[in-house]
C-alpha cells in the first residue's frame, strides 16, 4: 500500500473500471483496493454499460478499456464526456499508444496507458486524473508535441477521428467490410461510409493500399 505523506488529497477516489475481460476487472480492483485513498466503486463489461456506470454512480475516474461488445470505449467516450464531463476518463488499452492515444485525448480522454505498464503507473495516473488534470505520459507527451510543431508530420491518418482509425486498422489488418461491421457493431452501410471517407483522405484506391499505408507508418503490429 502506497504510504500516505500527504502528497496526494485524503478524500477516497471514487473508480470505475470498464473491461470486457472478468480476470482483467478482477485484477484491477484487487490491486487498487490495496491502494490508500482508492475505491473501486462498479464495474462494467461494454460501452453501453459504461455509459450507464457514470449515470448511476458518483465517480472521479473511469478505466476505459477500447475492445468492447456491442459498444466499444472509443464510442462511449464521447458520450461518458457529455453525460459526466466531471468524470475523468483514463483509456487503458492494449493498443500502442501511437495508434490511438491522440484522437482520444483531443476527443475527452484524461489520459492514455498501454495496459503493458507498470501497476504503479495506473495509480499515479488516477491520482492525477482525480485532481483535474491529464496524465501524459512521455510516448504521448512526443506524440502530442509532434504534431503541434508540424500539423501533419506522419501522414494523413493523424487527421482521423478515432472511429475513422478505429475502422482503418481493422481494413488494413484485411478484415471484409462485412468483419468489420460485426466487431465494431456497425451496419454495413456505416461501414462502406467510412471506407469510402478513408480512400479520399488516405489518397488509397484498394484495401491493399490502406494496409501498405499502415505498414509504411508502423502502424499494425
Same mark, same amino acid.
Request: charged share 20%; with cysteine; glycine share 8%.
Given at each position: 500500500?502506497?504510504?500516505?505523506?500527504?502528497?496526494?488529497?485524503?478524500?477516497?477516489?471514487?473508480?470505475?473500471?470498464?473491461?470486457?475481460?472478468?480476470?482483467?476487472?478482477?485484477? =484491477?480492483?484487487?490491486?487498487?483496493?490495496?491502494?490508500?485513498?482508492? *475505491?473501486?466503486?462498479?464495474?462494467?463489461?461494454?460501452?453501453?454499460?459504461?455509459?450507464?456506470?457514470?449515470?448511476?454512480?458518483?465517480?472521479?475516474?473511469?478505466?476505459?478499456?477500447?475492445?468492447?461488445?456491442?459498444? *466499444?470505449?472509443?464510442?462511449?467516450?464521447?458520450?461518458?464526456? &457529455?453525460?459526466?464531463?466531471?468524470?475523468?476518463?483514463?483509456?487503458?488499452?492494449?493498443?500502442?499508444?501511437?495508434?490511438?492515444?491522440?484522437?482520444?485525448?483531443?476527443?475527452?480522454?484524461?489520459?492514455?496507458?498501454?495496459?503493458?505498464?507498470?501497476?504503479?503507473?495506473?495509480?499515479?495516473?488516477?491520482?492525477?486524473?482525480?485532481?483535474? *488534470?491529464?496524465?501524459?505520459?512521455?510516448?504521448?507527451?512526443?506524440?502530442?508535441?509532434?504534431?503541434?510543431?508540424?500539423?501533419?508530420?506522419?501522414?494523413?491518418?493523424?487527421?482521423?477521428?478515432?472511429?475513422?482509425?478505429?475502422?482503418?486498422?481493422? =481494413?488494413?489488418?484485411?478484415?471484409?467490410?462485412? $468483419?468489420? &461491421?460485426? $466487431?465494431? *457493431?456497425?451496419?454495413?452501410?456505416?461501414?462502406?461510409?467510412?471506407?469510402?471517407?478513408?480512400?479520399?483522405?488516405?489518397?488509397?484506391?484498394?484495401?491493399?493500399?490502406?494496409?501498405?499505408?499502415?505498414?509504411?507508418?508502423?502502424?499494425?503490429?
Amino acid at each position: 500500500m502506497e504510504p500516505s505523506g500527504g502528497a496526494w488529497p485524503t478524500r477516497v477516489i471514487r473508480v470505475g473500471i470498464a473491461d470486457d475481460h472478468p480476470i482483467t476487472r478482477t485484477a =484491477l480492483r484487487c490491486y487498487l483496493e490495496e491502494q490508500e485513498g482508492i *475505491s473501486v466503486v462498479a464495474e462494467a463489461s461494454s460501452g453501453r454499460e459504461a455509459i450507464d456506470l457514470v449515470r448511476m454512480h458518483a465517480l472521479d475516474v473511469l478505466l476505459l478499456d477500447l475492445d468492447m461488445p456491442g459498444q *466499444s470505449g472509443i464510442d462511449a467516450l464521447t458520450m461518458i464526456k &457529455a453525460k459526466a464531463e466531471n468524470v475523468g476518463v483514463l483509456v487503458l488499452s492494449g493498443y500502442p499508444e501511437h495508434q490511438y492515444a491522440v484522437p482520444l485525448i483531443r476527443n475527452g480522454a484524461s489520459g492514455y496507458l498501454n495496459k503493458s505498464c507498470e501497476p504503479s503507473e495506473i495509480t499515479t495516473a488516477i491520482r492525477r486524473v482525480a485532481e483535474g *488534470s491529464r496524465y501524459i505520459t512521455s510516448v504521448v507527451a512526443e506524440l502530442l508535441a509532434t504534431q503541434m510543431v508540424s500539423p501533419s508530420p506522419g501522414g494523413a491518418h493523424e487527421q482521423l477521428s478515432a472511429r475513422e482509425l478505429q475502422v482503418f486498422l481493422k =481494413l488494413a489488418q484485411g478484415c471484409t467490410p462485412g $468483419e468489420v &461491421a460485426a $466487431e465494431l *457493431s456497425l451496419s454495413a452501410k456505416t461501414v462502406s461510409t467510412y471506407r469510402a471517407r478513408l480512400m479520399r483522405k488516405l489518397e488509397a484506391h484498394s484495401n491493399s493500399d490502406l494496409t501498405y499505408y499502415a505498414l509504411k507508418h508502423r502502424l499494425l503490429d
